[in-house]
């Protein structure tokens, strides 16, 4: 329990930046005014100030891949059902969503303000749109991220995740979506799940093109299936210029292809400007130490938490960046520092936010650890003690 | 924040035991005296009872494998670094301790003030017996849990961390370590390390059955190296009579051998009584399911936390129940309370723990976490509300 604040500081006292500078932060019109060098609390008067004593500021969390229309919480806890193949999976949480009674949007806002409390400032949440619930999910999110939007800033990706091709109606539904307020248009497996890849990708960058929306496809295809796509997503994007707009989530192949078709593709994705999200799976993790060493920008998300695909998951984001440093081998400080970046800057360009960071004029998009540097706080995941949107106070320990 | 609280309350009121029964747990002289349906915050008279309002209650729980002598909590940040051979790291570390200049007690109460705060009412360290460190490394963890005995159980295991038929004058360490008041011997790669397997296990097993202590051996080699030993092992507890005093720690040979191998080791340490104890390592993970199913008892541990092995660790024994459940594929909610058991009977049971659990007379070493049922206390590792030692509250969120 932190002592008292005020709900619009106009100062951090004695905040220690990432590279070790004990600072005061001068806060003005929800945006960082001043950072000076911190001399001593007696300086610091009054009761529009946080006092940090020393711990680690970082610019908000950024929740790269999430599924907010999906999650349980809110609701009584739903056992896992196991279930065959994808398709029985898909259809199995259909039936689970209907059966919970408790509304998306009320699920939603519960898990996005448990992101809030933890220090999560933005967060790209893909949305189902599939010829069963059609935009009604996506409807139901675009009231939740208006309700919360000076709180935390959510992008929404128009997710077929019953296919694009096998799923009649779904290309005009993401059209809709884009129309109706989906910032991005994703996709799900061309080869694996739709069976044809230029004929998915076809609809995907045509919509993207037509929107100017950015892309976030899901591709779990493994192996060479898996990277010959990842070259193909790769040759569109540079071929339209949307190079930085483009996502692959998960990319499993990359973690499981060797040598020089590793080399091969992630030198496609790095001259394409193609970001590649990872939840750190064990085992099939794509390799973050050569991947950054090619220049393709990876970053961090916790895909489901707590739904029909699996009961892990505390949106956490440092806890992430702890679970992606054990599964990726990150020991040194400079490798968890990497780790650091992919929940913050690193995901934030990814999802193209201007006025992130911890620059002078930045936003005052802030969370206060209590840790004495960036390895501690990705190893530890300690306390958040102050969150802060747009200068204000969301949460506090 | 949870409400004030009495010291030693004689009630706890609308808990939630793990069967889902929300009942009223009657505490006297330390010990669990009865427990009755909840009917109505009404009866709960008085400023001796706490509260619980449906949360979940759990036994304490148990930290099956910690080296609390080597922890750097309680001092700064140690960077990483990297190290060539396993015998270059032990070297490493050596020099690393010396360097840090915070005594052993010092740090070591840190991390097990930091257990109590998170649940854990018991642990099982590993202390280093080495040439240089001689004794004082036990001598130091015998005073940390002598002035700990009032809010957490330490059981110590002499550990040979270099060595012992390579490590001139260790075993003799190592009897006298078991004479000042260790409780266990313990082992480390008899193959691996030593190079001798008869010769390491004559002086474990020799010095166990002249003390009457539990053994603990580390045991990292892999293969059927490791399954051999495991073997080895087994053999050696049915010849002496030591089932259900003997652990091996992390076994990962288990994880990767497969068919016959697996199901013959399995069924040898079953019969024998040995424990296998695992920190749930991506990929080299004993398999717990089938084990389970050969009747093979399996429980956990942290390992290492923040010290010279590794950055990581923060000694929350839920979040090790997740992290063992994402490495192991435990989604059901049976799976999930293999999980939980591992943390808590499972793990109490190897340690020959006495009057454990939620039972009639049982002690009062208890843990209230905000939680519905066990199942979602592994995968949402929530916050812990009340912890009981000894039917006193030492710790509260």
């Known amino acids: 329990m932190v002592s008292a604040h005020p709900t619009t500081p106009d100062r951090l006292v004695d905040a220690r930046l990432p590279d070790g500078r004990r600072v005061d932060m001068v806060l003005r019109d929800g945006r960082i005014a001043a950072v000076e060098p911190h001399r001593s609390d007696a300086d610091a008067h009054g ?41 029985e999976r898909i259809a199995h949480e259909k039936v689970l969503r ?24 933005y967060a790209r949440s893909h949305v189902d749109i599939d010829p069963e619930t059609k935009l009604s999910g996506l409807h139901a999110l675009l009231e939740v991220r208006a309700a919360l939007r000076d709180r935390i800033g959510i992008q929404l990706v128009a997710f077929p995740q019953s296919g694009i091709l096998t799923a009649p109606g779904v290309a005009d539904l993401l059209d809709a979506a884009l129309a109706d307020g989906a910032d991005l248009i994703g996709g799900l497996d061309p080869a ?25 496809i899901h591709l ?27 996502t692959v989530s998960h990319a499993y192949a990359l973690g499981q292809v060797d040598g020089g078709e590793l080399d091969r593709t992630a030198a496609a994705l790095a001259t394409a400007g193609v970001a590649i999200m990872t939840n750190g799976p064990a085992g099939t993790m794509p390799p973050v130490l050569p991947l950054r060493d090619h220049g393709v920008s990876v970053f961090a998300g916790s895909d489901n938490i707590r739904d029909a695909w699996w009961p892990y998951g505390t949106g956490d984001m440092l806890e992430r960046a702890t679970i992606i440093g054990l599964n990726g081998g990150l020991m040194s ?34 969370v206060v650890v209590a840790a004495t540097g960036v390895p501690e706080a990705v190893a530890s995941h300690p306390e958040r003690l102050w969150v802060l949107h747009g200068g204000r106070v969301v949460a506090a320990a």
């Open 192 to 216: 694996g799940f739709d069976a044809d890849v230029d004929g998915h990708l076809d609809v995907v960058f045509g919509l993207a093109d037509r929107h100017g929306a950015g892309i976030d």
């Open 47 to 87: 009761d529009t100030v946080i006092r940090c004593g020393g711990a680690l500021v970082l610019p908000a969390l950024v929740e790269g891949h999430c599924h907010l229309d999906k999650t349980f919480l809110g609701a009584p806890w739903q056992p896992h059902l196991s279930a065959g193949s994808l398709r």
């Open 98 to 121: 209907e059966q919970i009674g408790v509304p998306v949007a009320e699920r939603a806002t519960a898990l996005a303000e448990r992101m809030v409390s933890l220090g999560t400032g």
């Open 220 to 246: 779990h295809d493994g192996g060479t299936l898996g990277t010959s796509q990842l070259r193909a997503i790769a040759d569109r994007t540079r071929a339209l210029g949307l190079g930085g707009k483009v």
């Open 333 to 366: 400080d400079d490798d968890l520092t990497l780790a650091a970046a992919m929940i913050t800057d690193s995901a934030a360009t990814a999802l193209g936010l201007t006025d992130y960071g911890l620059h002078l004029g930045s936003r005052a998009d802030l």
